[in-house]
C-alpha cells in the first residue's frame, strides 16, 4: 500500500529560514497504522543519537542496504545541544523547543534521507534529546509542544487525532499470515517518573559500572504509563511471526547506571513477565541512546528472577548507537578517515552481551528470509557508516516461538 507525501513548507525556527520538502512514497505516520497484509517484510533497518547538523555519511550506507522500514530509536535531533541557556527550566525549555523545527527540517532536506523517505515505511519514537533536554520524562514542561514538533516531523496531518492523545507510541502488522512482521513503537520519555539519583561516587562511576541512577525501588513509579500499557497488552496479542518493538532505551542490558528499563525494575519484570504469560512469541527488541552499539539476550541464569521472566526463547536486544554521534566521535576518527587510530573503550558490565561493544557511527539492520527452514531466519546486524556489517546474529522464526522449548536454532 502508497500513498503520496504532499509538498508542505517547513517552518523554521525564528523564522530564519523556510525549507520546502518534496518526497513521494509512504506517508509518514506515527500512529497506529491498519495492517498491510500485502507486504512482505525482509529488511528493516533503524538507528539513533543523529545530529541533523553535522555530517552523516551513514546515511548512504542505509540507503544503499534498501531498507523498506526505517525505525527511529530516538534522538533524532540534538535539540539540547550545544547547551541551552536560561536560568530556569522553562526558560531553557523554550530554547530547545525552538530549535527542534530547525533541526528536524535539516534531517528532512538531507538529500539521502529523501530518497529513504521515497522508498521506505518510516515510524519512530523518541528519546530525550529530541523530547528535549537530558534525561527528562514526564517532568519535561514542553512534552505537549514537542510532541507537536515530533508529529510534523513524520508528515502527521494536522486534524490526526495523535495529535491530541499524549505519547507517540504507535504499531503496525505488515504481511500476509505466516510472514507477518508487527512492529510496536514505544514512548519511554511522555509518561516516564523521574529518575533516582544514586549519589555514587566519581570512583564508583568507573571500572564496569558507570553511570549516575540507581534503580527505584518505589513501584507506584513508571516508565510507560497506565494508558501505554494497556494499549501494549492489547497489541501483543495480536497475530505475528515475529515483532519488533522499539523502545529507545535498552531492555536487557541491566548492569550499567545509565538510563536503562531496570531503573524502574518493577516495569522491566512486567515487560518480560509479559511475554513469558502470555506465550507472546517471536520478540526482538531494538534500542538506542548508548553511543555505542551491542548486542544483548537474555539469561535467565543470570537474573533473580529466572524462569519467571523467561519467555522459552532467544529474547535479544539489539542497540544501535549512534549514526552519527558515537561515543569516540571527538576523541578520535571515524573508520573512513585515512588516519585512523586505536580507540580505547572503558570496560562496561552486561551480563547478557554477545560479542563485542562496537563504538563507531553505524545503523542496525535486520534481514528476514522467508524461504528458510523453520518458517524462516532472521539475521540482526549492525552495519558501519561504510556499510560494512561489524556484528551478525542469525536465529529461525521457530525459535523464536515460545511453543519451541528449546534455546535452539541460533548462528553466527
Known sequence: MSFTL?????????????????ASGPVLRAFDLPAQPDKVIQRVAFGS?????????????????????????????YADVPRPSGDTLEERTRVVLDRLPDLYGRQRALPAYQRLMSRALIMGTWDDHDYGL??????FPGRAEAQQHFFDFYGEPKDS?????????????????????????????????????????????????PGPYRPSIDSATTLLGPDQWSWLER??????????????????????????????????????RLIRDQRIGGVIVVSGDRHTGELSCLDPLREPEGKEIDPGYPLFDLTSSALNRSAPIIA???????????????????RHRIGSRFGYNHFGLIEIDWSAAGGGEVTLSLRSETGDEVLRQRVSVAALQPASGARAGLGN
Not at 545530529?51 to 542496504?65: C, E, F, L, M
Not at 514512548?187 to 566519581?202: H, M
Open 332 to 350: 578520535s576518527p571515524q573508520l573512513t578517515s585515512s588516519e585512523r587510530r586505536p580507540v580505547v573503550f572503558s570496560h562496561e558490565i552486561n
Open 49 to 77: 543519537c543523529n545530529n541533523s547538523t553535522q555530517p552523516a555519511p551513514v546515511w548512504d550506507a542505509v540507503v544503499k542496504a534498501d531498507p523498506q522500514v526505517w525505525l527511529w530509536l530516538g534522538d533524532t535531533v
Open 134 to 139: 537530558n534525561d527528562m520524562g514526564a517532568d
Open 6 to 22: 504532499v509538498a508542505r513548507r517547513l517552518q523554521l525556527s525564528r523564522a530564519i529560514f523556510a525549507l520546502l520538502v518534496l
Open 161 to 209: 487525532p495523535r495529535r491530541t492523545r499524549p505519547g507517540v507510541y504507535s504499531s503496525i502488522v505488515l504481511g500476509p499470515s505466516g510472514k507477518r512482521v508487527q512492529i510496536v513503537v514505544l514512548d519511554t520519555r511522555s509518561f516516564r517518573s523521574p529518575l533516582e539519583d544514586g549519589n555514587f561516587p566519581k570512583d564508583q562511576r568507573v571500572e564496569g559500572r
Open 235 to 272: 497489541t501483543l496479542q495480536q497475530p505475528a511471526e515475529v515483532r519488533i518493538i522499539v523502545t529507545s532505551i535498552q531492555l536487557i542490558a541491566d548492569d550499567h547506571r545509565f538510563e536503562k528499563w531496570g531503573n524502574f525494575p518493577h516495569e522491566r519484570r512486567r515487560l518480560l
